[in-house]
Antibody, heavy 123, light 113 residues
Framework: QVQLQESGPRLVKPSETLSLTCTVS????????WSWIRQPPGKGLEWTGD??????NYHPSLKSRITISVDTSKNQFSLKLSSVTAADTAVYYC??????????????????WGQGILVTVSS | DIVMTQSPDSLAVSLGERATINCKSS????????????LSWYQHKPGQPPKLLIY???TRESGVPDRFSGSGSGTDFTLTISSLQAEDVAVYYC?????????FGQGTKLEIK
């Protein structure tokens, strides 16, 4: 059973860079898609992007500010979001973004999630 | 982007009764090549991460009780809870994985009447 855990600063100042890491245990980070999904207070879920085999795909609204990378040696993947504003305040979840059955995998199905970390953007 | 719209926004159902949540996509999320529906449902309880309930519109994730079922194709989908239990109180989201960006519905809050 794969487990994911987010870590990073919970308070970020406006205009600075939000940096989070997701540590994956109980399975290899290779082969699967890995995603970041956020939920602003009182709002719904928003997919921010994912990474697979070192190739990243981002939400168009964030494309100029977001970077998702992976460190296979540590079984971790990371999110960096630059020039943050109060609108980036949210619970950030890392999630496994592909589901495999009978050796066939499909991306975009989020079958394992971290507990989430609330990141507040404030001075 | 594919816009996902759920109805209703909130729902109150008596214990043991049926709960039905609808989800409509702004364009079809069904592929003609393999007739698959790229639609999943999640259950989200306070203080917990979302939990995958159903994918391919109607396939239950392992361990999900069979009172949860999904149906639909094209642009119209439904999540049904056949007999509501107290532990089913949550917000439910549909999500499409037909294209990127992946998008979620706004959520439906399910409560006990």
């Amino acid at each position: 059973q794969v487990q994911l855990q987010e870590s990073g600063p919970r308070l970020v100042k406006p205009s600075e860079t939000l940096s989070l890491t997701c540590t994956v245990s109980g399975g290899s980070i290779s082969t699967y898609y890995w995603s970041w999904i956020r939920q602003p207070p009182g709002k719904g879920l928003e997919w921010t992007g994912d990474i697979y085999n070192g190739v990243s795909n981002y939400h168009p609204s964030l494309k100029s500010r977001i970077t998702i990378s992976v460190d296979t040696s540590k079984n971790q993947f990371s999110l960096k979001l630059s020039s943050v504003t109060a609108a980036d305040t949210a619970v950030y979840y890392c999630a496994r973004g592909s589901h495999c059955s009978n050796a066939v995998c499909y991306s975009g199905i989020f079958d394992s999630w971290g507990q989430g970390i609330l990141v507040t953007v404030s001075s | 982007d594919i816009v996902m719209t759920q109805s209703p926004d909130s729902l109150a159902v008596s214990l043991g009764e049926r709960a039905t949540i609808n989800c409509k996509s702004s364009q079809s999320v069904t592929t003609s090549s393999n007739n698959r529906n790229y639609l999943s449902w999640y259950q989200h309880k306070p203080g917990q991460p979302p939990k995958l309930l159903i994918y391919w519109a109607s396939t239950r994730e392992s361990g999900v009780p069979d009172r949860f079922s999904g149906s639909g194709s094209g642009t119209d989908f439904t999540l049904t809870i056949s007999s509501l239990q107290a532990e089913d109180v949550a917000v439910y989201y549909c999500q499409q994985y037909y294209s990127t960006p992946r998008t979620f519905g706004q959520g439906t809050k399910l409560e006990i009447k």
